[in-house]
């Protein structure tokens, strides 16, 4: 069978793709579903000469489009939101590399979270696929000018969280012991010991399970609510911690009774100490999480 130049082109993009859709909509199923999208679109144009250029000019596309119905539901979200968790087991793959087309880090998702559709959309196209402000203005339907303030701003939010770190395997061990010793003890030095002073604690439950509904901030206040949730635990004896790569670095699997209760990630600022923990429990963000 003859090969096909142009499926070739879309396949080699297709996982920073769907990583450029995810960090538009914050979800996976979304995600896919634009960029199969993409395909179709892609498959119609005349022989493109810049295919990779063209394919993140369709995904933008694409997913300003379905943002216009995101933006409305996000209004009315109760409590904090996070992103659909990308979890996958541990060990069996490889941490995402540095390019930033791949970045998917919560922190990260956050501040982009801060920007509007088409700041996100001028920083992506600009910075991850050297489209030319002229380009961008064509598809966004403003100016260049506009377009160049756009993407300046949003370098300027993203670069406000570049002191954070993903965690590494070790940090998770950490964690997960000084957790046990705390517990154990009673007494929350041990996990203390561990946090920054200015830690951010994020719980998304969506309104549909319980948890935090606001941002947590500060070691001690982080501390005392982790344990005393752990404490509630209804089924300790069911209850299993397992390491995964979620989001594209170490993090934690929760699961009570063989069902996923949340998703855990951590973050380090420049000292090594946990500057943010990230929880997702919105049971619908966890339903095609495989244990």
């Given amino acids: 069978m003859a090969e096909n130049p142009r499926l070739t082109a879309y396949l080699g993009e297709r996982h920073r793709l769907t990583r450029l859709a995810y960090r538009y909509l914050g979800s996976t199923s979304e995600a896919e579903d634009i960029v199969q999208d993409a395909w179709l679109r892609f498959a119609r144009v005349d022989e493109p000469e810049d295919a990779t250029k063209l394919l993140s000019r369709i995904v933008t596309n694409l997913c300003l489009d379905r943002l216009r119905s995101a933006q409305a539901r996000r209004e009315t979200y109760v409590g904090p939101w996070l992103p659909e968790p990308i979890v996958e087991r541990a060990g069996s793959v490889e941490p995402d590399s540095n390019d930033a087309a791949l970045d998917i880090s919560f922190s990260v998702m956050r501040a982009l979270e801060r920007l509007s559709p088409l700041e996100r959309a001028a920083l992506f196209l600009h910075d991850l696929y050297d489209v030319p402000f002229e380009e961008i203005a064509e598809t966004l339907k403003r100016t260049p000018a506009a377009c160049r303030q756009m993407a300046s701003r949003a370098r300027r939010m993203i670069r406000q969280d570049q002191s954070r770190f993903p965690a590494s395997n070790e940090d998770v061990v950490r964690f997960v012991a000084a957790f046990d010793t705390a ?89 090594g100490a946990i500057s943010g923990v990230y929880v997702v429990r919105n049971p619908d963000k966890l339903a095609d999480v495989e244990v």
């Fill in 183 to 271: 517990m154990r003890a009673g007494d929350i030095e041990p996990l203390k010991a561990l946090l920054a002073a200015d830690v951010e604690y994020v719980a998304d439950g969506g309104g549909k399970v319980l948890a935090a509904t606001n941002v947590l901030t500060g070691s001690d206040a982080v501390a005392k609510f982790m344990l005393g949730v752990a404490r509630k635990n209804p089924d300790p004896v069911h209850t299993t911690v397992a390491p995964a790569i979620i989001n594209g670095a170490p993090g934690l699997l929760i699961t009570i009774a063989g069902k996923v209760e949340q998703t855990m990630s951590f973050e380090l600022d420049a000292g």
